[in-house]
């Protein structure tokens, strides 16, 4: 007898069932459970197996009644014990996912969701839609990925092998041709990163998915370092791109900002110092300076770097170009057409 895979139930709700099913005495075949779990006999025996040899469920085959049956009472299948607070931390990651929609691990997220609340099935009852129109995620500036590319990827990188593919640099129309050992995929501020050993520079390189196109199978495979880490080569960044430099970055917060700043964690090796201002100094070693100073400028008048004099330096020259941009007239005035706001109550077509 043939079964859909798609109309299989989980591993987990057909044990389930078949432990309902002995714990009431029931006659409990393979015959019956195929009826009843969809499923072929083969499927049937390697879940009593399961339920028997790993879970250590008390679980023996009576010729007698040629049917299986508990040797001793079992009162409850031995599955996770979820508490309130672990409940309510399932639901609010199933409504994390949303903000994943459209990116590879989306659907495989949610289906291990799923398979995870089928098993508190019968123990809990809930709404995830009742319960969670209290919270809510909103991320902005989410990457956009392509598929195929980033399954070429991932697939390059479980099984060590080498990739080629075209690569344009930030602000470059053209792209260039790119032969690399892909280490590892990291999904850093809100886009897919690969990091892998680029040939032809000898060297570890960072490289934007979004902006890599045509990917190709290499040449051969190849074998990861034991010495690389992602903990490691991320260390040094703030964000994404770390360098080789050993950068003690020194910044004062008005106290307009300072617990917005307090309230999240910008990198491991951050020290903050509460000053008696209300302000809030922060300390940190980074390897590279490009992305802390465009955190630092987003930040505004309520941001003073106080070290490196690097840093500083820099930070001075944006602000200098900044500020002569903003005294010239717009050489080119937007033309915005007036558009009367939608109405809440209206409907979309």
């Known amino acids: 007898m043939a079964f859909r895979a798609s109309l299989s139930r989980p591993p987990l709700e057909r044990m389930l069932r078949i432990h309902e099913e002995l714990r009431r005495d ?34 023996e085959y009576d010729p007698r009644i040629q049917a299986y049956r508990y040797t001793q009472p079992v009162n409850a299948f031995p599955t996770v014990n979820v508490t309130e607070g672990e409940l309510l931390a399932l639901l609010v990651a199933r409504r994390a996912l949303e903000q994943y929609r459209g990116t590879p691990f989306h659907r495989q997220l949610e289906v291990a969701f799923e398979k995870l609340a089928g098993g508190l099935r019968d ?22 990925t392509d598929l195929t590319v980033f399954n070429a990827l991932s697939s390059a ?3 060590q092998t080498a990739v080629e593919f075209d690569y344009r640099k930030p602000g470059e129309g053209g792209s260039g041709r790119r032969r690399v050992q892909p280490y590892h995929l990291a999904h850093r501020e809100n886009l897919w990163y690969l990091v892998g050993f680029d040939v032809e520079r000898a060297a570890l390189r960072t490289f934007a998915v979004p902006r890599i196109s045509n990917v190709a199978a290499g040449k051969g495979a190849f074998v990861r370092p034991e010495s690389f880490s992602p903990e490691k080569f991320f260390a040094s960044a703030l964000g994404v791109l770390g360098g080789e430099g ?10 307009a900002v300072a617990d917005q700043v307090r309230e999240r ?11 008696p201002s209300g302000g809030l100094e922060v300390r940190m ?19 003073e770097v106080l070290g490196p004099a690097e840093l500083r330096k820099r930070i001075c020259l944006a602000a200098e170009s900044l500020a002569a941009t ?7 005035r937007a033309q915005i057409p007036s558009v009367a706001p939608p109405s809440l109550t209206s409907r979309r077509h």
């Not at 209290?134 to 902005?140: G, H, L, P, Y």
């Not at 970055?249 to 106290?255: C, D, G, L, N």
């Not at 992305?291 to 941001?303: K, Q």
């Open 26 to 59: 029931a006659l409990v075949n393979c015959t019956k459970l195929v009826k009843q779990l969809e499923v072929c006999r083969k499927t049937v025996g390697r879940d009593i197996a399961f339920m028997r040899d790993r879970l250590d469920l008390p679980i």
């Open 123 to 144: 123990r809990i009852s809930f709404s995830p839609v009742d319960e969670l129109r209290a919270v809510s995620f909103k991320n902005i500036g989410l990457g956009k």
């Open 157 to 159: 990188v479980l099984r």
């Open 246 to 255: 050993n950068y003690l970055v020194v910044i004062r917060f008005t106290p």
């Open 265 to 275: 964690e910008w990198h491991e090796s951050q020290e903050m110092r509460d000053l």
């Open 285 to 303: 070693q980074l390897g590279a300076l490009a992305e802390v100073e465009r955190w630092v400028l987003g930040w505004g008048a309520s941001a």
């Open 326 to 332: 903003y005294r010239m007239a717009p050489k080119v």
